[in-house]
């Protein structure tokens, strides 16, 4: 379903849904007592068994709708990590926003439909973070390049 649809979707339900770690059950409710500043209402996706079993999932502001799939600590971290890189391809100017997400497509062998990093597995949000930082790191050394021909006339060695 569209990001951009703050629709509740029609069916959508919790109790079909079951944890990827433990098999328990998937709650629907607020993410008080696991955010530490739940100012803005969120609510989440949680493993019945929370908190031996800490994994969750918030939803789209004023929808049912979860940004992902359910996530354990580890696979979380990840998620804000990659999430960190991918975003600095199109905020940078490297790329378009457009064009970044069809790369994240491409990278992670799936429709542009299905490329966010929400929905990720520790697998591909590692290789996200992998391939970010080479492209960044190719983009800075060409800046720098491009600097030190301007400045200078010539390159130094």
Not at 34 to 53: A, R, T
Not at 92 to 103: H, P, R, V
């Amino acid at each position: 379903m569209n990001k951009h649809n703050k629709k509740k979707r029609k069916g959508f339900n919790a109790s079909s849904m079951r944890c990827p770690y433990c098999g328990g059950t998937v709650v629907y409710r607020s993410a008080d007592g696991i955010y530490h500043d739940n100012s803005k209402g969120m609510m989440l996706y949680v493993c019945s068994n929370y908190p031996e079993c800490d994994s969750y999932v918030r939803v789209h502001a004023g929808t049912n709708i979860p940004v992902g799939s359910l996530a354990n600590h580890e696979l979380r971290s990840l998620r804000r990590t990659a999430h960190h890189y991918f975003d600095q391809l199109h905020e940078s100017g490297f790329m378009s926003k457009q064009d970044a997400y069809q790369w994240l497509a491409d990278l992670i062998c799936a429709p542009l439909s299905e490329a966010h990093i929400g929905h990720l597995g520790e697998y591909y949000c590692k290789q996200v973070i992998e391939e970010s930082r080479k492209i960044l790191n190719r983009n800075k050394k060409s800046d720098c390049h491009r600097f030190q021909v301007v400045r200078g006339g010539a390159l130094a060695s």
